[in-house]
């Protein structure tokens, strides 16, 4: 549960690398960050979305066509904003070109890409990095539908990063689906690596190097719309998002709906007492089913109670290579969860190798709903356009406690009383959709 806030440091300066050349865009008389959608430049979308929350100086680090971003913006009297231009002498990467603007910045500032449509709660993420302590800062990750060739981050139960995973990745290996978002929020304590007058990317040098030294850096999940439009494929992907107002619906500060999914039963046959990876099968029609939900606007969340570490038959490790291999598994065929909720408690004692810190009565075991309004409070969840997909009473009961509707998984009847019955997940999430009309 979250902490008590002091007051949150206000974070008044925004750092965006607008670099970008733009040559797969087939660009030649603007760079990148220039690209227009509704007749503004994405630049001047990112400094709107900043100057929103705050934000009250912009510095904009340039190089390839820098007078074209110069003339445009100038100093920023005509956007409502303070904005600095740096420009680089020749390439220096995300990172070596950030130095450049080391005397000029505060203690903390946000940084963004210039090639991003992004529209996202700058002010919960600010709240998310201000909760740790000792912290050289947080990036955004989250859950996209390739990660097999996609470069990965690791994070572990506290939030913290600690692996960056480049592709290619050998087959058999397992691995949590987040990407890096490319939005940071950094303390100045980043400068320490990064070197002058040198080429330094953050992905590929800076961020592995911080991780590897043990500085605690966080990772912060969210479903918002942060994308790259790299590729003219992309590009017109991200276009038509931005004008059927996608974007901005996904902003956290709009309540969204969840399809909250039991584990066992519902996405993976159950296994045995003492469950290992091995063991570990999807149900067919699963993938389909998250893909729909995936494509529909619904969250997928994951409420899963695992008595099992409790009792000592299962150790966090274990569940962990367990989420990994259904999130990769779910992966390969572009699915993906936006969280994973577990429960390792049970309150009987009686088991020979039972952890007795986890033998207590909490509020996270279903049927107690503590996992989806703690999910709740993590993505914004509007819990009465909210479904829960289980295979047992806990799970309609922990779902109707939270106030939202219920599906059964069964073939058998419908002995405790959900709104729905259903044979698998497919045919479950088919049932809400139909329900709550297709997309949201
Ligand atoms: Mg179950
Ligand atoms: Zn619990």
Not at 59 to 88: A, C, N, P, R
Not at 357 to 362: A, F, G, R, T
Request: hydrophobic share 35%; with cysteine; glycine share 8%.
């Amino acid at each position: 549960m979250s902490s008590f806030h002091k007051n949150i440091e206000k974070i008044k300066q925004l750092v965006i690398i607008a670099g970008g050349k733009g040559t797969r865009l087939g660009l030649t008389d603007i760079p990148k960050p220039m690209v227009k959608i509704k007749n503004e430049p994405i630049l001047e979308h990112q400094i709107n979305l900043a100057k929103k929350y705050g934000i009250e100086e912009v510095f904009i680090l340039s190089g390839h066509m820098s007078d074209v971003i110069k003339k445009y913006f100038k100093d920023g009297q005509d956007f409502g904003i303070k904005i600095h231009h740096i420009i680089e002498p020749y390439p220096l990467g995300t990172a070596g070109c950030l130095k450049l603007a080391e005397p000029f910045l505060d203690e903390k500032f946000l940084l963004f890409y210039g090639d991003i449509v992004m529209d996202f709660d700058i002010k919960n993420f600010v709240k998310f990095n201000a909760d740790y302590k000792d912290i050289i800062g947080s990036i955004v990750v989250h859950p996209n539908d390739h990660p097999y060739d996609s470069d990965l981050v690791e994070i572990d139960e506290q939030g913290l990063v600690r692996k960056f995973i480049s592709k290619p990745h050998p087959s058999g290996r397992y691995y949590q689906n987040l990407v890096n978002a490319a939005v940071y929020l950094f303390s100045k304590k980043i400068f320490k690596y990064i070197e002058n007058n040198k080429f330094q990317d953050f992905g590929k040098d800076i961020l592995p190097e911080v991780v590897k030294q043990e500085e605690r850096l966080a990772g912060y999940k969210s479903a918002e719309y942060i994308k790259d439009m790299g590729t003219a494929d992309r590009f017109e992907k991200v276009k038509t998002d931005f004008e059927s107002g996608k974007v901005v619906s996904l902003n956290r500060q709009n309540k969204r709906p969840c399809i909250f999914l039991d584990r066992d039963g519902v996405i993976n046959f159950n296994m045995d007492s003492s469950p290992n990876v091995e063991d570990f099968k999807l149900i067919p029609g699963v993938v389909e089913g998250v893909r729909k939900i995936n494509q529909s606007g619904f969250l997928a969340i994951v409420a899963t109670n695992q008595p099992m570490i409790a009792k000592g038959f299962l150790t966090f490790d274990e569940l962990s290579k367990i989420h990994k291999k259904m999130e990769t598994m779910l992966g390969e065929e572009r699915a993906y969860l936006d969280g994973i909720y577990f429960c390792p408690h049970h309150p009987e004692r009686g088991f020979a190798g039972e952890i007795e810190e986890l033998k207590v009565e909490c509020n996270c075991r279903k049927p107690k709903s503590g996992m989806l309004l703690q999910a709740q409070t993590d993505f914004n969840i509007d819990l009465a356009r909210s479904w829960m997909v289980g295979d047992s009473e806990r799970d309609i009961i922990a779902g109707q406690n939270a106030g939202c509707k219920t599906i059964l998984i069964t073939t058998g009847k419908n002995n405790y009383n959900a709104d729905y019955c259903a044979e698998n997940l497919k045919e479950a999430v088919d049932i809400i959709l139909n329900e709550e009309g297709g997309t949201i």
